[in-house]
């Protein structure tokens, strides 16, 4: 579907503190939840992905969350870097690889 | 793997002109592939979807006529901006996923910046 919904817009958190982005769809029938991480003038970079069969996925300092009943999914990002610092988009997908993205927020990690 | 191409990084090109961009998968076969248009500060907006031997499919308010979408073999898909104007000045990425399952990671070329002047 082509309605995904990001929150906040932007986001400044300080170095060592937990940032939380969330986004919200509408089409039941997506099952594919992707987020990527965007630095100014460079394409996006996949940082994590979530299929619709699980709930929780982790790696390193990277979480995301999904619960399909209330069709949103969100991005834990804990102990932020400096070089966390971007703008990160998720996504949404069903069949054929054909993804929407959401508006995307500007995370400032403050050192 | 799953190494995507696009060409050229940037133009600039006067009103009026046409301007193709190439995007290559290098390392697999995509039979798919999908161009997105960003503004300054804006998301990634679908455009088309490229199919290799049929037309391509655009979203809903893309001129398919602006838009030549030419998807010549499973590893190249070519985007044409015809008769150019400075509102089509944009970042366009293309992508394909590196597998022909659904729901594969998508990746993206490094883009191309368009200035028309």
């Known amino acids: 579907g082509e309605n995904v919904e990001q929150h906040p817009s932007t986001l400044s958190v300080q170095e060592g503190d937990s940032a939380v982005i969330k986004c919200t769809y509408s089409?039941?029938?997506?099952?594919?939840f992707p987020w990527y991480k965007q630095e100014l003038g460079k394409r996006p970079q996949l940082i994590i992905d979530?299929?619709?069969?699980?709930g929780e996925k982790k790696d390193q300092r990277i979480a995301v969350t999904l619960n399909k009943t209330a069709k949103h999914f969100s991005l834990h990002i804990t102990e932020t870097q400096p070089e966390d610092s971007a703008v990160y988009f998720c996504a949404e997908g069903g069949n054929f690889n054909k993804f929407y993205f959401g508006s995307g927020t500007k995370l400032n990690v403050k050192p | 793997g799953a190494v995507v191409s696009q060409h050229p990084s940037w133009v600039i090109c006067k009103s009026g002109t046409s301007v193709k961009i190439e995007c290559r998968s290098l390392?697999?076969?995509?039979?798919?592939m999908f161009w997105y248009r960003q503004f300054p500060k804006q998301s990634l907006m679908l455009m088309a979807t490229?199919?290799?031997?049929?037309?391509?499919?655009?979203e809903q308010g893309v001129e398919k006529d602006k838009f030549l979408i030419n998807h010549a073999s499973l590893t190249l898909s070519t985007l044409t901006v015809t008769s150019a104007h400075p509102e089509d000045s944009s970042f366009y990425i293309c992508?394909?996923?590196?597998?022909?399952?659904?729901?594969?990671?998508?990746?993206f070329g490094n883009g191309t910046r368009l200035t028309v002047t």
């Open positions: 490229s199919n290799e031997g049929s037309k391509a499919t655009y």
């Open positions: 979530i299929r619709s069969n699980v």
């Open positions: 089409d039941s029938a997506s099952n594919y």
């Open positions: 390392d697999f076969q995509a039979t798919t």
């Open positions: 992508s394909a996923a590196g597998s022909s399952m659904s729901n594969s990671p998508l990746h």
